[in-house]
């Protein structure tokens, strides 16, 4: 693990950032009781060591029509590493993944798709992934409905 050494106002600067990333540096400063200038200086220094990778707005995906969220189990013919690459190189290009993990376990892959609907679902499974030579099985699970859903990292196991 690469993780690096945070005091605690690193880390309440890192708490109110993941909440809210369009907070001006005074109002940051203020929410974690440092002076601007010091306050300045570690948002900076977080972006420098990588800790802050950049900013985002979340986008409600309903107001998008993008109403279905399904997560897709995916087990491969061979594990080899030709067959690794040639599926992630396929599933890198569908902006409709939102995320794919190597996994351990019944399935290689775990993806989130997030999609208009199950018609176009349907297209992504017979369009792109059967067509990928090295997928064995697929396995797809719908969700009925989001019960928690974050962005926010927790950072309480660096407080010691």
């Known amino acids: 693990m690469n993780t690096i050494e945070l005091d605690k106002a690193s880390l309440r600067i890192l708490d109110e950032l993941q909440k809210n990333a369009e907070l001006s540096n005074a109002e940051l400063a203020e929410r974690v009781g440092l002076s601007a200038s010091p306050c300045w200086r ?32 995916v087990t491969l013919k061979n594990q080899d590493k030709h067959s690794l690459e040639v599926f992630t190189d396929a599933i890198s290009k569908r902006p409709e993944v939102m995320e794919c993990y190597l996994m351990s376990g019944d399935a290689d892959f775990m993806l989130r798709v997030v999609i208009q609907d199950l018609q176009r679902f349907q297209a992504l499974l017979l369009e792109c992934l059967t067509q990928i030579p090295s997928v064995a099985s697929i396995r797809s699970s719908f969700a009925l409905s989001q019960v928690k859903y974050t962005t926010a990292l927790p950072t309480e196991h660096l407080r010691g």
């Open 42 to 73: 570690r948002v900076a220094d977080l972006k420098q060591a990588g800790v802050l990778r950049g900013s985002v707005s979340l986008v409600d995906p309903l107001k998008l029509g993008l109403a279905v969220n399904v997560f897709v189990h």
